[in-house]
């Protein structure tokens, strides 16, 4: 590279960082003006493909990967076509490649969030389906023969984001792309993030956290890589990454993970601003504190039934599972007022959890770690792993209840390996038989054969049904009485107003003989 080139690469650099710094500036004052709970050091959203820099709905910018980040410039970008939902940002462009690419970025060490972000669409000569890739980092393999295209329509999803994190021990980062034989690899966007130090990972002098079913503790330490499989706001709504808390993690509902058929209850805290005394204020948006799911006061209920969610998981590895909890109901003041059971597959992780002695107080924020090994059941791929609350026996607690609040999942490296299997390819109906039958040839003789008897079924046929009409006119005039009342029953419904809305009630009436005073009266059954 001559000089002017390396002075061009420079001040694009320097544009970059200041652009950068200028968003984050912004992005870090909340509306009343106070400071975010963390200002990431490394903050950098790539747009891969693009020539140019972009801004998503949300006001981040993304930078292009030309002639910066990419070591090697010989590979495709391709404009495509955006998504029918959501930002086009960076779904627009796409970087390809039939051979192998690496990104470098130049970062500050510790440890960071690695996102990449997937539109599996068909590009030009490249065809959706023949995806197939591997996806390293140092010493980490994150994705191996990983297809974009299964994964994508197991979530049912046009775009996805499959997030890292790692521990950067010097200050460049590459990210290797290598496609599998006969196949191409691409992407459409990376986010590198930087993140607390103790965020996730353990403390030099951290003595671990409660490892399910095992006698020693489990520590997260620093040579171990983890994917973030789930993030949930508990009670809540959706959280966009631009209202995270600096690190821009993406929190989802938790509808679609709860378990059928068992009531619970959604609480609100509109009156106490959560005080973050035992954890950091950045270990969660204020929001995911605000809102919980708890089973309700009927105690009967409670005790009978466990209020539960199931998320699908990678067999043979170990999970990094975190819970959120936040006590602001007004009858959860003391200690003991709310003592439940936790149980983590189907294993109690805590027989007397009380979210008030954990914390001190109402209001105050805590989270529990827990480790859980998910082990291989023959040759099954992915499981369930389930999270459930029971409260304590009733000697124990005042209400017989639980609450959750919010829930992080993290698969744990093995070896340097995360790369799980990938999604079972769903199958296709197959072709319909009345349209392969239209093109299978048969010989004359079958024909003839076919209609001969297709002519004399339809003539019996209409005979039965002659023969029916013709009874059932009998039976109808059998069943009208001497005095002409009819002894047909008839459905009807009358439409009635509650506090849910219209709500109708159906009933069967009996029509007795019309008389000057009484007209169609119906027997209503409610």
């Known amino acids: 590279m001559n000089n002017f080139s390396k002075k061009h690469v420079s001040l694009q650099t320097k544009l970059s960082n200041l652009a950068l710094f200028h968003f984050t500036f912004l992005q870090i004052l909340t509306a009343d003006g106070s400071p975010k709970p963390f200002e990431p050091h490394d903050n950098i959203a790539l747009d891969c493909g693009s020539i140019h820099n972009t801004t998503d709905l949300s006001g981040r910018p993304w930078l292009a990967d030309d002639t910066i980040f990419l070591d090697q410039l010989n590979k495709e970008s391709v404009i495509s076509t955006s998504p029918t939902k959501g930002d086009s940002v960076p779904y627009k462009t796409a970087r390809l ?15 960071k969030f690695i996102r990449l972000h997937f539109y599996p669409s068909s590009y030009q000569n490249f065809n959706r389906s023949n995806a197939f890739f591997d996806f390293h980092v140092g010493r980490y393999t994150l994705l191996r023969n990983f297809s974009t295209s299964l994964t ?74 983890l994917e973030s499989l789930y993030r949930v706001n508990v009670g809540g709504s959706s959280i966009s990454p631009g209202q995270d808390t600096g690190m821009f993690r993406s ?6 993970f709860l378990t059928n058929g068992e009531p619970s209850v959604l609480p609100v805290n509109i009156s106490i601003n959560p005080s973050f005394t035992v954890i950091p204020n950045y270990s969660a948006p204020i929001p995911v504190y605000r809102t ?14 466990r209020l539960t969610w199931e998320f699908q998981v990678d067999s043979g590895f170990t999970y990094f599972v975190r819970l959120h909890f936040c006590e602001f109901q007004v009858e959860i003041t003391e200690p003991g007022d709310r003592v439940f059971e936790i149980f983590i597959d189907n294993i109690v ?35 369930n792993l389930s999270i459930a609350l029971h409260p304590a026996p009733a000697w124990r607690t005042k209400y017989s209840d639980a609450i959750l609040n919010g829930v992080e999942i993290f698969k744990l490296s093995n070896e340097g390996n995360l790369a799980g299997p990938n999604p079972d390819r769903i199958p296709i109906s197959p072709v ?10 048969r010989s004359n003789g079958r024909t003839v054969l076919c209609i001969v008897i297709g002519v004399f079924s339809g003539f019996i046929a209409l005979s039965v049904l002659c023969f029916l009409i013709f009874r059932r006119k009998l039976r109808v005039r059998d069943s009208v009485s001497s005095d002409g009342s009819s002894k047909w029953y008839q459905f009807s419904y009358k439409d009635y107003s509650s506090m849910d809305g219209s709500v109708k009630l159906y009933s069967f009436g009996e029509h007795s003989k019309k008389t000057s005073s009484q007209d169609n009266k119906e027997l209503d059954l409610l």
Request: net charge negative; charged share 25%.
């Open 251 to 256: 929190w989802s509902t938790d509808y679609e």
């Open 349 to 383: 992780a805590e027989h007397q959890a009380d979210v008030i002695s954990w914390a001190g107080g109402r209001g105050v924020p805590v989270y529990k770690d827990y480790a859980v090994m998910i082990g291989r059941n023959g040759t099954e791929k992915r499981r």
């Open 292 to 305: 919980a799911r708890t089973m309700g006061i009927n105690k009967t209920v409670n005790e009978n039934y």
């Open 97 to 111: 490649s039939r051979s192998q690419f690496t990104y470098s970025f130049s970062v500050t060490p510790g440890p």
């Open 152 to 225: 994508a329509d197991d979530l049912n999803s046009e775009v996805f984001t499959r997030e890292f994190c790692i521990i950067v021990d010097d200050q460049k980062l590459k990210l290797l792309f290598t496609p599998t034989p006969d196949s191409y690899a691409f992407i459409n966007g990376i986010e590198i993030v930087s993140m607390p130090n103790n965020l996730y990972y353990s403390a030099e002098d951290d003595t671990g956290f409660h490892f399910i079913n095992q006698v020693n503790p489990y520590r997260i330490l620093k040579n171990q890589a």
């Open 432 to 441: 319909n038989n009345s349209l392969e039958s239209k093109t299978r040839p």
